[in-house]
């Protein structure tokens, strides 16, 4: 049965989690010295680790051969095998979109009030928790605060100014980045190795770039793009299958643009209409474009665009034919 690669590769221990160093490497820690706290808020952008962080710190904690110090579950004992089947009854996760009334929370306290089955603690995921009423929230508070020593509580949201402060008050925070680019192209490689498949670097660079920054969006393009496409993909493949504008119209604009070639720029812009590009999808792209020249025109500042080195090459060469007068106007034109 097919399973999506967001969920075959989704990261088993710490190590495996991608642009989270700061998260894994401070839990790490706590777990390895003892001191654990019993509430935890993990919060950021979609896609970026924060429910697989929290599975993987109930997995550890609750392993059953795992020695004091060590941060790493063993994956083979009763626990950490219950926790892979989703068939734990000591790992609770609760959806507080769907369960976010005082009723909600006061089934959860009377579930505190049990001690684990099996194993040490007793842990309950709460994803989405900004979702969760004032009403339900206040209905959580004492049990958030004085907890029974075998209880720990990890909440996820991508929204933490909606939760209240008196809760925020009470949880050990980590906030969670966006993935850089080069971490997404890095995990997209190995996955392609694993899996027999072929992009090129400005096509994993594409699909990497539209994720903004979440693991899960890219493997989601990912799995699109491979499912549509045989042999070799290329940037253009992507491109298409995304629906998106191909950067050889923004090339050729700009230097239509340099050369004031206007019976060529209509005749491009016509090809785009009929291909349908809505024409805001050309204009934020040749923005973007002609930022990216301007960024190129400095050796300082070259590091600041976002592209494949084929691309970057291509960046350089354009800049060179452009004044810096002309960037700054276009890119003023077009903002407006």
Same mark, same amino acid.
């Given at each position: 049965?097919?399973?999506?690669?967001?969920?075959?590769?989704?990261?088993?221990?710490?190590? %495996?989690?991608?642009?989270?160093?700061?998260? &894994?490497?401070?839990?790490?820690?706590?777990?390895?010295?003892?001191?654990?706290?019993?509430?935890?808020?993990?919060?950021?952008?979609?896609?970026?680790?924060?429910?697989?962080?929290?599975?993987?710190? +109930?997995?550890?904690?609750?392993?059953? &051969?795992?020695?004091?110090?060590?941060?790493?579950?063993?994956?083979?004992?009763?626990?950490?095998?219950?926790?892979?089947?989703?068939?734990?009854?000591?790992?609770?996760?609760?959806?507080?979109?769907?369960?976010?009334?005082?009723?909600? $929370?006061?089934?959860?306290?009377?579930?505190?009030?049990?001690?684990?089955?099996?194993?040490?603690?007793?842990?309950?995921?709460?994803? %989405?928790?900004? $979702?969760?009423?004032? +009403?339900?929230?206040?209905?959580?508070?004492?049990?958030? %605060?004085?907890?029974?020593?075998?209880?720990?509580?990890?909440?996820?949201?991508?929204?933490?100014?909606?939760?209240?402060?008196?809760?925020?008050?009470?949880?050990?925070?980590?906030?969670?980045?966006?993935?850089?680019?080069?971490?997404?192209?890095?995990?997209?490689?190995?996955?392609?190795?694993?899996?027999?498949?072929?992009?090129?670097?400005?096509?994993?660079?594409?699909?990497?770039?539209?994720?903004?920054?979440? $693991?899960?969006?890219?493997?989601?393009?990912?799995?699109?793009?491979?499912?549509?496409?045989?042999?070799?993909?290329?940037?253009?493949?992507? +491109?298409? @299958?995304?629906?998106?504008?191909?950067?050889?119209?923004?090339?050729?604009?700009?230097? $239509?643009?340099?050369?004031?070639?206007?019976?060529?720029?209509?005749?491009?812009?016509?090809?785009?209409?009929?291909?349908?590009?809505?024409?805001?999808?050309?204009?934020?792209?040749?923005?973007?474009?002609?930022?990216?020249?301007?960024?190129?025109?400095?050796?300082?500042?070259?590091?600041?665009?976002?592209?494949?080195?084929?691309?970057?090459?291509?960046?350089?060469?354009?800049?060179?034919?452009?004044?810096? @007068?002309?960037?700054? @106007?276009?890119?003023?034109?077009?903002?407006?």
């Amino acid at each position: 049965t097919f399973v999506v690669s967001a969920r075959k590769y989704r990261p088993n221990n710490f190590d %495996e989690v991608l642009g989270q160093g700061q998260v &894994t490497g401070t839990l790490k820690n706590a777990i390895a010295s003892g001191q654990l706290a019993h509430a935890f808020l993990f919060t950021g952008p979609r896609g970026v680790g924060k429910t697989s962080c929290a599975r993987i710190l +109930a997995k550890v904690l609750n392993c059953e &051969t795992r020695s004091e110090d060590s941060p790493k579950a063993c994956g083979e004992c009763a626990s950490c095998k219950a926790m892979l089947e989703s068939a734990s009854f000591n790992i609770i996760e609760l959806d507080a979109a769907s369960n976010n009334s005082v009723e909600h $929370m006061r089934n959860l306290t009377e579930q505190v009030r049990f001690r684990p089955q099996a194993g040490r603690y007793k842990i309950f995921i709460i994803d %989405e928790v900004h $979702m969760l009423s004032s +009403a339900a929230f206040n209905a959580f508070l004492k049990t958030l %605060e004085e907890p029974p020593e075998y209880a720990i509580f990890i909440l996820a949201t991508t929204e933490k100014h909606k939760i209240l402060p008196t809760i925020l008050s009470r949880c050990q925070i980590f906030d969670f980045r966006r993935i850089p680019i080069e971490d997404i192209i890095k995990q997209l490689s190995a996955i392609c190795k694993a899996e027999g498949h072929t992009l090129n670097a400005e096509a994993l660079h594409l699909i990497a770039q539209k994720a903004d920054g979440a $693991m899960r969006d890219a493997l989601s393009i990912f799995d699109k793009i491979t499912s549509s496409y045989q042999g070799e993909i290329t940037y253009k493949m992507v +491109a298409e @299958s995304l629906n998106l504008l191909d950067y050889e119209y923004f090339f050729k604009a700009v230097d $239509m643009m340099v050369q004031e070639d206007l019976p060529g720029i209509y005749l491009l812009y016509d090809e785009i209409a009929k291909n349908g590009f809505d024409s805001e999808v050309f204009i934020d792209g040749l923005s973007a474009h002609v930022r990216d020249l301007l960024m190129c025109k400095n050796p300082a500042t070259v590091e600041l665009i976002q592209s494949s080195d084929e691309q970057a090459k291509r960046y350089l060469n354009q800049s060179k034919i452009c004044s810096h @007068s002309f960037l700054v @106007s276009a890119l003023d034109i077009l903002n407006k």
